[in-house]
């Protein structure tokens, strides 16, 4: 009886073993995965038009004097990385480096390029992140291997604006985690400010949420199974992408921007966030606004807040 209880304890714990292991690897497909639905350049930009109509014209008029270009950069590792760029009304230092969100695209994130190049007049830069729009690479990164790929690119901006540029990085999403990673790390003197809205604290405490909420199950076992797996197969892990230290490590400016009504990253990661961060820092919570909808719904207000802060830092000759 004791040996076959003890044999029915060792296929349990087998079964259970294949079951997170075999949930883990779906979980990397599942999150890091996913298809990349922005490669059609075309559909993408007609549908951001038709949810930012104000950007429509803006969009004409550079097309029109081809003034909205794209380039491409090869990333270390061999990776071919694309962006687009758009200078000025005229040679000018300000410039805007944008990084998009999770599953989304440079693209997706023309209404902030929008903010910067038309209503401020700043050069604009705005890549693509790892499998997606355009560019290469077999997983989205969650913002922790990208943080090096935007630094590539801050670098490479002065031969596109002038080497006298100075430059504020603006985040959306996964974006605005790219954003505060990057802000951890040795940056060049271009560098002035930063601005994230609606980052997450760490890839760690996004994906637990995500877990818990869309499969109702705790992160014992299986994130730490999943994150062991990153670290295999994507040379990272889940704790390690950590915004959170990241900020710890930032001195420079950052605006924090967050909707008080965000279910997807809770609004409280903001300010977990921003009491991580060392002054000089601002925070605007945006009333009634849920994820990523601070610019939609208040573009005026997110315009002149952003104006405000990032005049602080970036002196306007």
């Known amino acids: 009886m004791k040996k076959k209880l ?18 883990s690897f779906y979980l990397i497909d599942y999150s890091l995965r996913p298809e990349n639905e922005n490669k059609d350049q075309a559909k993408t930009m007609a549908l951001m038009c038709d949810r930012y109509p104000q950007i429509t014209t803006w969009l004409d008029s550079l097309q029109q004097h081809h003034a909205l270009r794209d380039t491409f950069i090869t990333a270390p ?48 830069l705005i890549p693509d992140l790892r499998n997606s729009g355009l560019s290469e690479g077999e997983a989205i990164q969650m913002g922790w291997l990208d943080r090096k790929d935007v630094l590539q690119w801050i670098d490479l901006a002065p031969s596109i ?104 990253v809770p609004t409280y990661m903001v300010h977990e966030l921003y009491d991580a961060k060392p002054q000089p820092k601002e925070l605007w919570v945006v009333p009634k606004t849920s994820h990523a909808k601070s610019y939609m719904n208040h573009p005026e207000e997110y315009t002149e807040h952003v104006r405000k802060f990032v005049g602080k830092y970036i002196v306007v000759p």
């Not at 003890?6 to 949930?23: D, N, Q, S, Y």
């Not at 994906?207 to 990153?230: D, I, R, Y």
């Not at 990241?246 to 001195?251: D, F, I, K, P």
């Open 77 to 124: 590792d061999g990776i071919c990385l694309h962006a687009y760029y758009a200078a000025a009304s005229r040679p000018k230092r300000e410039t805007a480096v944008i990084v998009h969100g999770y599953t989304d695209s440079s693209i997706r994130m023309f209404h902030i390029g929008y903010l910067y190049n038309h209503s401020l007049d700043f050069n604009v």
């Open 161 to 264: 604006f002038g080497d006298s540029i100075q430059t504020v990085v603006h985040g959306i999403s996964m974006g605005a985690a790219t954003t505060m990673m990057v802000s951890g790390e040795k940056l060049p003197s271009q560098i002035k400010c930063f601005v994230e809205d609606c980052g997450y604290t760490s890839v760690w405490d996004q994906f637990e949420k995500e877990l818990n909420e869309q499969f109702g199950l705790p992160a014992f076992p299986l994130l730490h199974v999943s994150s062991w797996l990153c670290d295999l197969q994507l040379g990272w892990n889940f704790k390690e992408a950590s915004a959170l230290k990241q900020v710890e490590r930032c001195h420079l400016p950052m605006f924090f921007i967050h909707g008080d009504a965000d279910a997807y």
């Open 6 to 23: 003890g044999m029915a304890l060792i296929a349990l714990m087998v079964l259970m073993g294949v079951l997170t292991l075999g949930g």
